[in-house]
């Protein structure tokens, strides 16, 4: 591998060697053909949703799928109804829920709003979460193929890998959020071209746009794509110090060019995050910070894949699955790197950056197969009330290893291609050729082999990584009463419909569907967001009134209790809070215990088309 540098090197082109010649393939047959098999990966890895879309949901994330079903919805409804994306009264009516302080994915809703008025939000769904995963590893393979590696081959796995990881594909059971990195590569391309001379204006320009719009997809990426970039910048400083000098203040002068525009651009939304209506400050008793990877964790195959068995989860999967790259895959990363550290500045570079993310998701504590050692991690020197820190789940930065290991791929991979034969002896002008000595023979067969080997090992150690469809489970179907628009005559504008029961971030999974298949037509109360507490602390879902505590207290014994009139009148004020006009029971596994307790609480129901129906306009009023 190559590690010579050009006098007008920048970051980019030092971390890199930058192809000089052409693969085997014309360019464009082989990026159809790596943009063709990504497409087909993204739609099996959502393959079981599509046979029953409108009644399957992620088996692992029923909960976190529904939101983003109704976030959806949200985006299609804040369109064309002209209103503010950024806050919504549709869920907790009649409060309201911050989308900018919520993973609200804005960028991605309110462009297929149009789409998601077509087919709806939960085709919308599918479409966009194999389309995102398949987007990720067609510009990961761009900028590998453009702008680090020859071989398209090589660009084509590495960008496979980045696209399709394991950690990747774990959260697309239910958080499309996650999969949603099709413009981190780019991002990262344009930080580290922001010392190229000449172009610091253009190049913070690009930036500055790239970084905007990635706030409203996901934060938490961007912010993990910034420390890995500044772990990456300054590790090429260190390596190449000169260089490093020489481009400093193109570098500055970019970099201030593009925070400024992406500040301008988002301060409004930025502000209104942290300080709008809804707002909170970290999370209630800091429970994401205790989150690390297990060490064992990167050694055992994820339960998605071909290797993958569900019953780890049981020990490891207590959080989430961000590395579980096998011992085949960490194997050849770490002989790989071995090999590649000494020639290569870029091989160099990745090592850095995944021994100081691999160290930092480890957590407070060290756990090991799923219990927690005594031995201290790196987070427990780290406080949990500093900025952003307090949001910060540890094991997460494992995805930034995983996003070393994709480059660490293409690059190996690039080696291989580039094995050529033994060097010939030197000889003087004019004199036939030195034969080769018996002693060059094993030489020779080595690198006969080594591109063969090499390929085959890189192969076998990602096979068992193959993503298997997501597992996923049935839910029941909206009533008809809903999707047949039968509400409509009992909720006039300003008022909302109640389901039961109450939508939350543990019941109502159902309920919370139908607003979002009536496209947010009617507000409902409760929900699944992060919202403040009486401290300003956020805390999941809605504070429960005595009413929904009453429901939800029902379905845990799976028994009517006696109501006391003193509850009557309560449930009449929490309806007078909600501004219901109608609360509805439809089909529910407690059915008949929860037809009991309304009953009990608001009189005799009526039975419209397959739903129980309390019209208490004239109890609210």
């Known amino acids: ?46 393959l079981n949703h599509w046979g029953d879309i409108p009644n399957r949901v992620s088996a692992h994330l029923p909960t976190d799928h529904s939101w983003f079903e109704w976030l959806f919805a949200h985006g299609a409804y804040s369109v064309f109804h002209l209103e503010n994306p950024l806050f919504t009264t549709r869920q907790n009516a009649p409060v309201g829920v911050n989308m900018m302080a919520n993973t609200s994915l804005l960028g991605v809703t309110l462009p297929l709003a149009p789409l998601t008025a077509l087919v709806g939000p939960q085709v919308t769904y599918v ?20 702008h680090l590696v020859r071989s398209r081959a090589g660009a084509f796995v590495g960008g496979a890998f980045l696209g399709f990881a394991p950690g990747v594909v774990h959260h697309a059971n239910g958080q499309p959020n996650f999969v949603s990195n099709f413009l981190l590569p780019l991002i990262v391309l344009r930080v580290l071209r922001l010392g190229e001379p000449g172009r610091w204006r253009r190049n913070g320009i690009l930036l500055g746009l790239l970084v905007a719009y ?14 890995a970039c500044l772990v990456v910048v300054a590790t090429y400083a260190v390596l190449r ?13 970019a970099l201030g060019t593009g925070g400024g525009l992406a500040l301008l651009l988002t301060a409004y939304p930025i502000w209104f995050q942290f300080n709008g209506p809804q707002s909170y400050r970290g999370l209630q008793g800091g429970i994401f910070h205790s989150w690390g990877e297990d060490l064992k964790a990167y050694v055992t195959f ?91 789940m540890p094991t997460r930065l494992s995805l930034v290893v995983a996003a070393a290991i994709g480059v660490l791929l293409a690059v190996a991979w690039d080696a291989v291609s580039r094995t050529g034969r033994p060097p010939v002896p030197a000889q003087r002008s004019g004199q036939p050729p030195v034969p080769m000595r018996r002693s060059g023979r094993p030489l020779r067969f080595l690198l006969r082999w080594r591109r063969p080997v090499g390929y085959a090992a890189i192969t076998l150690a990602l096979l068992p990584l193959i993503p298997r469809p997501l597992p996923v489970e049935s839910v029941a179907p909206p009533p008809h009463f809903i999707t047949a628009e039968g509400w409509r005559p009992y909720v006039p504008e300003g008022r909302t419909l109640v389901p039961v029961p109450i939508p939350s971030n543990v019941h109502g999974l159902s309920t919370l569907r139908w607003s979002a298949l009536a496209q947010h037509a009617f507000p409902v109360p409760g929900g699944y967001f992060i919202g403040p507490n009486e401290q300003g602390e956020g805390i999941f879902g809605a504070a429960n009134r005595p009413t929904t505590r009453l429901i939800y207290s029902t379905m845990g014994k799976n028994a009517a209790p006696d109501i006391t009139d003193v509850e009557r009148r309560q449930a009449v004020e ?48």
């Open 127 to 146: 479409l966009y979460l194999g389309g995102a995963l398949a987007a990720t590893a067609g510009t990961s393979y761009w900028v590998l193929s453009r």
């Open 214 to 227: 990635q706030i409203f997809i996901n934060e938490e990426m961007l912010l993990l794509t910034a420390l």
């Open 241 to 253: 110090p000169r260089a490093a000098w020489r481009q400093a203040g193109t570098f500055a002068a």
């Open 302 to 392: 994820p339960r998605d894949t071909l290797a993958g068995d569900p019953a780890v989860e049981q020990t490891l999967g207590l959080t989430e699955q961000n590395s579980w790259f096998g011992w085949p895959l960490v194997i050849l990363a770490v002989l790989a790197l071995l090999l590649l550290v000494r020639r290569s500045l870029v091989a160099r570079i990745l090592a850095v950056l995944t021994v100081v993310f691999t160290v930092a998701s480890l957590g407070p504590t060290i756990r090991f197969d799923g219990a927690e050692t005594d031995t201290d991690g790196p987070w427990s020197y780290v406080s949990e009330e500093l900025p952003l820190v307090e949001m910060m």
């Open 1 to 46: 591998m190559v590690d010579s540098v050009p006098q007008t090197s920048t970051p980019a082109s030092a971390a890199a060697e930058v192809p000089t010649r052409r693969s085997r393939w014309r360019p464009a047959r082989a990026d159809v053909l790596a943009i063709g098999v990504y497409l087909a990966l993204g739609v099996l890895v959502c």
């Open 574 to 621: 929490d309806l007078r809070y909600w501004q219901a006009s109608v609360v509805v029971l439809g089909a529910h596994p407690q059915e008949a215990v929860l037809r009991d307790l309304m009953t009990s609480l608001l009189g005799t129901p009526q039975r419209v088309d397959d739903v129980w129906l309390w019209d208490v306009r004239s109890l609210v009023d």
